[in-house]
């Protein structure tokens, strides 16, 4: 509610603080009528259990929740709310909560009943499981059957359900310690959510194999149960919680590399206001300026135009991105845009091109869209346009390339995007997502080895949905799964994830970055009706302009005590060597190590260059 909120996360609305709740060792919090970071003896158990409902373009309803109780004891808590969803035709949801915790159990229940019939594409639990230390680990999974599977979770990222059929789940905490989560009411599968780079594996209910979206009948209630069992033989009775108020050291690693190029993303919907501000676009001195072209948009030569005129006053590389339409041939189609290109005087150094098509997802069980095959698509780029490198992959994210696997030798370069609130858009899942960067990387190079690798443009805001009809609209500024726009973009928390984000994809070998344009919904100043002043820098302005300075630099990796809360790394170019830090957390952060002549404070969402000690 204060200059100082709007300034860090672009709005005046701060999310209210979760309530914690404590049961002997086991601890959560309350956000929101859902319970978040789930640990026993200080270590974090379960991401999450959330009961939750999304319409049928896969968004999540905001339930309205009323008569909740809170009771708290030395050994015990419990919870009792009723939650109240709207649907768009005036259909309503009514769900009973109770949420009972004790030293070595969880339990929450939910009943939820519709007067009205409902529509949904799912309702029930999601249940999360962390990613750090749990991937690759063994798990023990129970089968509706009965059947019991000792097994592992995935360690490279699963396109599709590594556990289908679950009744149980159980995984080692720390030494002597496992938790079995439990879940009663219908069958339930697991997906590797890192695919869509949140940081968890998420056990959900309804197997995507049914059809969706589905209706709950009339007065029909629908029950379920989610248990979490502590089973802890250490003989140790004491036990302290981890606490993150201490200093966080920073030591220099071996691991080492050269910084990518930096791009940035032009629409043609974008394109007279880039090139109005082209003196900020010299500024920045982007190595790459990323093209988008839609045919299927109405895009056309005077997109090409715009993109030719915007061309003569950048310095660097271009590539064009292509959503071919595939309603003709590929080849004539490709055609038809080089005799554009030609006729606009535009030659970009790169295409980049994926089936319009492609940018929806296809999930488990459903069937794949009719589209011509990929090497057809990329014969009729090389054809078309000769002498230029061929770049495939995905216009839309990891999800898709992990589950359509582009020809590798049939490209120059491979592509993908990601964006950070397809599930969820809290201020933690957010900054959560950076987590899973490292596991995505490694994945496309587990896939595609030392093909030349791009990601981007990847912004906090979606500038396209996969998985539904269409992106939502946020008016009103609040913090939405899959909105077009986000406040947070016009902030410092922005400032702060794409700082985080170019530390976690150092080790990838990435031959070019993108992390927004620079205007519109994306860029790095506001526009005409944004709530800063028009034309006004943006904070994340200044990450974009630092990383682009330190294109082909080298870098060297800092060891972080606390990742999640403040990441860092050095570069060294002909200026010297200088430490780069950034504070992920909304508190203010305490740092030290070999590298720092002296403690620093940081304050929140703050990123800072420092030299390194002698």
């Known amino acids: 509610m204060t200059a100082d909120a709007f300034q860090l996360y672009g709005t005046h609305v701060v999310e209210t603080p979760p309530i914690r709740l404590t049961a002997g060792k086991l601890a959560a919090d309350f956000a929101d009528g859902n319970l978040r970071t789930i640990r026993y003896r200080g270590i974090e158990v379960l991401r999450a259990i959330s009961y939750l409902v999304r319409d049928r373009d896969w968004g999540t309803y905001s339930p309205v929740i009323a008569d909740l109780r809170i009771e708290q004891g030395d050994d015990r808590f419990d919870i009792a709310y009723r939650a109240r969803c709207e649907g768009p035709d005036g259909t309503k949801l009514v769900i009973d909560v109770r949420i009972r915790g004790y030293p070595n159990r969880l339990d929450f229940e939910a009943e939820g009943v519709s007067e009205t019939g409902f529509e949904t594409n799912r ?3 999601c249940i999360l499981h962390p990613i750090v230390d749990v991937a690759g680990s063994s798990a023990r999974v129970e089968h509706v059957d009965g059947r019991i599977v000792e097994t592992r979770f995935p360690d490279v990222i699963e396109p599709w ?34 695919n869509w780079s949140d940081a968890s594996y998420k056990t959900y209910v309804r197997p995507l194999a049914l059809p969706w979206p589905y209706k709950i009948p009339v007065n029909q209630p629908v029950r379920q149960k989610t248990s979490l069992t502590i089973r802890d033989i250490s003989r140790s009775a004491a036990f302290s919680a981890a606490t993150s108020s201490g200093v966080i050291r920073l030591e220099l690693g071996t691991r080492a590399g050269t910084m990518p190029d930096i791009g940035v993303v032009v629409t043609p919907e974008e394109a007279d206001a880039t090139l109005s501000a082209c003196s900020l676009l010299s500024e920045i001195a982007p190595r790459e300026l990323l093209f988008h072209f839609d045919p299927n948009a109405g895009h056309g030569a005077e997109a090409l135009q715009k993109f030719a005129a915007i061309t003569a006053a950048h310095r660097g590389r271009t590539t064009l991105e292509i959503a071919l339409a595939c309603k003709s041939s590929p080849s004539s189609e490709a055609a038809e845009i080089a005799r554009q290109m030609q006729r606009a005087d535009f030659r970009p150094d790169a295409i980049l091109i994926s089936p319009s098509v492609d940018r929806q997802s296809t999930p488990p069980g459903s069937k794949w869209p009719d589209c011509p095959p990929l090497e057809e698509i990329y014969a009729a780029a090389r054809a078309a346009f000769p002498g230029i490198r061929i770049g495939g992959g995905m216009l839309s994210y990891f999800t898709e390339l992990n589950r359509k696997r582009v020809p590798a030798g049939e490209i120059d370069f491979v592509s993908h995007c990601t964006n950070p609130i397809v599930h969820a858009a809290d201020d933690l899942s957010v900054m959560q997502t950076l987590e899973a960067l490292p596991f995505i990387t490694r994945s496309v190079r587990a896939i595609y080895g030392d093909k030349p690798y791009r990601i981007g443009p990847s912004t906090i805001p979606m500038r396209q949905n996969p998985y539904g009809s269409r992106t939502m609209d946020n008016p009103s500024g609040g913090r939405i799964p899959m909105a077009n726009r986000d406040p947070r973009h016009n902030g410092c928390f922005a400032e702060a994830f794409a700082l985080g984000y170019a530390i976690r994809v150092l080790d990838a070998g990435l031959e070019c970055l993108t992390l927004s344009a620079l205007t519109g919904p994306f860029g790095l100043i506001a526009g005409p009706d944004e709530p800063t002043e028009r034309g006004g820098r943006r904070p994340l302005f200044n990450t974009v302009r630092t990383l682009s300075a330190l294109a082909g630099a080298s870098w060297q990796e800092c060891v972080s005590s606390s990742p999640s809360q403040v990441l860092s790394f050095v570069a060294r170019d002909a200026g010297g060597a200088r430490i780069y830090v950034v504070n992920l957390t909304g508190e203010e952060r305490s740092v030290n190590g070999d590298a720092f002549a002296k403690e620093v404070r940081l304050a929140p969402f703050a990123t800072a260059i420092l030299p390194l000690a002698d």
């Open 123 to 125: 309702c029930g639990f």
């Open 161 to 194: 359900q590594p556990f289908k059929e679950m009744r149980a789940i159980s995984h080692v905490v720390m030494p002597d310690v496992t938790a079995e989560c439990r879940m009663e009411g219908d069958t339930f599968e697991m997906e590797d959510q890192r």
